[in-house]
Each structure stands twice: as C-alpha cells, then as structure tokens.
C-alpha cells in the first residue's frame, strides 16, 4: 500500500483509470481472453495481488467491455454521454465515497459494496473515470483505433495532439499504406 494519500492519488487518478478501462476493453474484447492476460492488466494498472479470476468472472467483465465500447465508439460529446448516462442508470449501486475499511485514502465508487464481482467493479469504476473526463473536457473520452487492421480503443486526453489510432505502429502502418497506395495509383 502507498505510503501517502498522494501517492495513492496518484497511482490511481482518473486518467489513469480510463486508461486501465481502455486496456481492459482491448484484452477482453479479444480472441478468447484468457484470466492470467486480464490479471496483468490489473496488475499493470495498481491492482494487488492475488488476483483471482475465474473463467465465469472473465465471460462476465467481457460483456461489460463490450457496453463500453459505445463510449469509446462516441465521435461526439453528446454520443459519449448519452452512452455513459444510459450505463450510469442501469446501475445497481449509488455513488458513493469507500476507504475500503481503512486501507486506502476515501475515493469514490459506483458499485453496491467493497467486495462486488469483477465485472461490476470494472463496469461502475469505468464508467465513473470516462464521466469525469467528459465532463472535465467536454468532448468523447476515447476512441476506436482508425486502423481498419486493429480496432483497439485509446483515451484520447492528455498531453499531445488528438489521436486518430491507438498507437505509433498503427499510424506508421496506415501511412505506409496510403503512401504504397498512392505510388501504385501513379
């Protein structure tokens, strides 16, 4: 555990939050995702272990991912959040501030209690960092990659120009491409 309540802040800030959400939607949206993949990224992203995920956990926080590739799909701001609302209503559980009994410093949570199921906890705490993003920056918190090759999804705030692909070897992929494209077009 982090010494301080900054660090853990931190660690664990929104960005940092909708980026984990982003990896995870990518990993699960996959060819058959495995537990130990999804573990890692848990892990990548701050989470202690042990982390136990079940084949049934797995299926399960796979449909969450696939909700939340709305969001990501958003090309507007009022897209983004019509989606975001409509997942925030289906929600079991009330906003809500936890320490999770003392262990770490108060944040909030969406889902019903400290020990929700997997994919409950990733759905609600997704869906609470892609909404103060929206809010705070008034436009779609990510995107699908442009490459018709990958279709991963990014956050697209933070430092830097907008995005159009997820990564530089995408965008290195599409613009040699287009290039080949137009050299044999000539």
């Given at each position: 555990m982090p010494t301080t309540a900054d660090d853990w802040?931190?660690?664990h800030s929104v960005l940092e939050t909708a980026r984990r959400t982003a990896a995870l939607v990518n990993v699960l949206t996959g060819d058959q995702p495995d537990p130990h993949e999804v573990a890692q990224v848990l892990r990548d992203f701050g989470?202690?272990?042990p982390i136990d995920l079940t084949e049934?956990?797995?299926t399960q926080m796979?449909?969450?991912a696939y909700v939340l590739l709305e969001v990501f799909a958003a090309d507007r701001v009022d897209d983004a959040a019509?989606?975001?609302?409509?997942?925030?209503?289906?929600?079991?559980g009330s906003l809500r501030l936890t320490s999770h009994d003392g262990h770490t410093p108060w944040h909030p949570?969406?889902?019903r209690d400290d020990d929700?199921?997997?994919?409950?906890?990733?759905?609600?705490?997704?869906?609470l960092a892609l909404t103060v993003l929206v809010w705070d920056h008034q436009r779609p918190p990510g995107a699908v990659c442009a490459s018709p090759s990958c279709r991963n999804v990014f956050i697209t705030q933070g430092r830097g120009p907008e995005r159009r692909f997820c990564s530089r070897r995408c965008a290195t992929r599409e613009r040699v491409a287009s290039h080949r494209r137009s050299r044999s077009a000539e």
């Open positions: 802040f931190t660690r989470e202690a272990d049934q956990d797995v796979c449909a969450a019509g989606a975001l609302n409509r997942l925030l209503h289906s929600r079991r949570h969406l889902d929700a199921p997997w994919d409950e906890w990733f759905l609600a705490s997704s869906c």
